[in-house]
């Protein structure tokens, strides 16, 4: 597709790596993606190894999978050993380990009723199929997909569907930057903001960043020339001593976002506490259901608790998380977790950064 | 997980559904419109994330961009290479 195979242009990319080296003069720049899909295409389209050696990538909190916590996943668990309940989940959080090495992985080879689906809307389906047992989704993800699961909900009253629910983990990102820049041990020096939440958010919820920590804030496609377009733009802010929050992605992006699919999720779902791995606490960073829709929450209505967890032992996906470790600098990276064993949350989803350090041989 | 998709519509169904493709590939997809805050049209590009389309894509913000970004690649043409 032209829309963004041209963005792919290896002379449009030679262009901007020169305009990425003019603006940085020599100086050197700590950038942070907070997005999956970034991590995956910065490695995958081999721009790490064109950058200048003075730019340094870190991957933050960007990955739903990731940011999981184990008390989550400890939920889980309890979950798919309940009596009649179906466990609908987006595939990648199966093998992503609890506070006791176990995953829903576990849990279905043990007769547990765990079943994968790309849609919250297949989940309301195998709710429809199966009108014995009780469907819970397990929503999980940021901005992109909590909108998803709150038009799901909204088809589930609409038809009727009653043995359908949502354990809503969802989290925001724009808290989490926060939480990040709050701590003393960060050295971001620029954000690269994530190209898909931003569809939904527009510009604004992003506004704090150069207004209150003068951090450039840089809304980021995923094709080779839409990151180094974005790389430039940051070099430029920092340079000239002018940070702002910028769209640079806006064939997919408008800078007001999607304001029905934030109705939507707002007409569920209202901010909460949420537990982030690596992170930990962080105020209203997540979304719990309103309390008129008791019925559709999980939490409620199969009084689910969230059990106080130690962290894995051994595993630093905390740090990884926060761009204070790069994935090989971990112990167990490569030797003990490994994408077919994995030990840590960053090593079990293909947009772990652990699992992209190692799938693309940065070890 | 955060994964989206380009994809254009190609036949619009019943309930806010429609069938599109998934880039220049062959595999199709049923996603759900009711997310876009306009109502789309067949020939439409849209991402899909988990079964939804979020965001229609603008072919002339496209462009523009290319535009500009060409622009500066002609630019530096005449500049030595670094690498």
């Known amino acids: ?363 | 997980m955060c994964l989206a998709i380009p994809a254009q519509i190609v036949e619009l169904q019943e309930e806010g559904m429609a069938r599109v493709r998934v880039g220049e590939s062959h595999t199709f997809l049923t996603a759900s419109m009711m997310l876009l805050p306009e109502p789309p049209h067949v020939g439409d590009y849209v991402i899909v994330h988990a079964g939804f389309a979020m965001h229609t894509l603008s072919p002339q913000e496209a462009q523009d961009s290319l535009a500009a970004l060409r622009e500066l690649a002609e630019a530096m043409e005449g500049s030595p290479a670094q690498f």
């Open chain 1, 1 to 363: 597709m032209q829309l963004n195979s041209a963005f792919q242009d290896p002379h449009l990319c030679r262009a901007l790596l020169q305009r990425l080296e003019t603006a940085l003069n020599g100086r050197s720049m700590r950038f942070m993606e907070v997005c999956g899909t970034h991590t995956v295409a910065i490695f995958q389209s081999g721009l790490r190894s064109l950058l200048p050696a003075s730019v340094t990538h870190l991957s933050g909190p960007g990955c739903p999978v990731c940011v999981t916590h184990d008390a989550e996943v400890a939920a889980f668990l309890d979950l798919a050993g309940r009596d009649k309940v179906i466990v609908a989940t987006f595939g990648d959080l199966l093998r992503v380990p609890g506070p006791d090495g176990r995953s829903l992985k576990h849990a279905q080879a043990q007769g547990a009723r765990v079943e994968i689906v790309y849609s919250a809307l297949d989940a309301l389906a195998l709710a429809r199929n199966n009108p014995g047992d009780l469907v819970v989704f397990l929503g999980i993800g940021f901005e992109t997909t909590a909108p998803t699961v709150a038009a799901t909900l909204l088809t589930a009253r609409q038809k009727k569907i009653e043995n359908f629910c949502v354990l809503s983990l969802h989290k925001l990102v724009p808290p989490a930057l926060r939480a990040l820049l709050d701590d003393a041990s960060c050295a971001v020096e620029a954000f690269l903001l994530p190209g898909h939440v931003s569809t939904v958010l527009g510009l604004a919820p992003y506004a704090f960043l150069a207004d209150e920590y003068h951090m450039p804030g840089v809304v980021g496609g995923f094709e080779p020339a839409d990151i180094l377009l974005a790389l430039c733009i940051m070099a430029e802010q920092l340079r000239d001593r002018a940070p702002a929050v910028i769209n640079a992605y806006p064939r997919a992006v408008s800078d007001t976002g999607n304001a029905r699919a934030r109705a939507l999720m707002e007409q569920f779902f209202t901010p909460s506490d949420a537990l982030w791995r690596g992170l930990g606490r962080i105020p209203r960073s997540g979304l719990a259901l309103r309390p008129e829709y008791a019925d559709l929450d999980a939490l409620i209505r199969l009084d689910l608790r969230l059990p106080e967890t130690r962290p894995l032992p051994g595993c630093r996906c905390g740090q990884v998380l926060k761009g204070q470790l790069r994935p090989p600098q971990c112990p167990l990276f490569g030797k003990k977790c490994t994408p077919a064993t994995p030990v840590g949350p960053c090593m079990v989803s293909t947009e772990g950064s652990c699992a992209a350090y190692f799938k693309y041989g940065e070890h």
